[in-house]
Nanobody
Framework: QVQLVESGGGLVQAGNSLLLSCAASGRTFSRYAMGWFRQGSGKERELVATISGSGGSTYYEGSVKGRFAISRDNTKNTVSLQMNSLKPEDTAVYYC?????????????????WGQGTQVTVSS
């Protein structure tokens, strides 16, 4: 069982930055691929970024590529999402998720554990 707790959301102006963090319980964190998803109002949940268990592979959704960076620290059981040059369309609830396979995973159904979500609001 893995428990995930996100932090770092908030209200920012367009062009600014936010750092989201996710703390995971458990002793086998490095075995899990991790992902950040987001869900805007009235929209489906979508993948933002994912990172393999070792941290050696990453993937970004096209609209955030070059602006967001996912990273993990397996010694501290944390995964982070640095979000730069934020846009109003980035407004959503952001979720941290863990997949039991250590490889990159792209669909919500591939993930076994989810955090409660943190709200990110970007004003224009």
């Amino acid at each position: 069982q893995v428990q995930l707790v996100e932090s770092g959301g908030g209200l920012v102006q367009a062009g600014n930055s936010l750092l989201l963090s996710c703390a995971a319980s458990g002793r086998t964190f490095s075995r899990y691929a991790m992902g950040w998803f987001r869900q805007g109002s009235g929209k489906e949940r979508e993948l933002v970024a994912t990172i393999s268990g070792s941290g050696g592979s990453t993937y970004y959704e096209g609209s955030v590529k070059g602006r967001f960076a996912i990273s993990r620290d397996n010694t501290k059981n944390t995964v982070s999402l640095q979000m730069n040059s934020l846009k109003p369309e980035d407004t959503a609830v952001y979720y941290c998720a863990a997949a039991q396979t250590g490889y990159l995973n792209f669909r919500p159904g591939d993930y076994n554990y989810w955090g409660q979500g943190t709200q990110v609001t970007v004003s224009s």
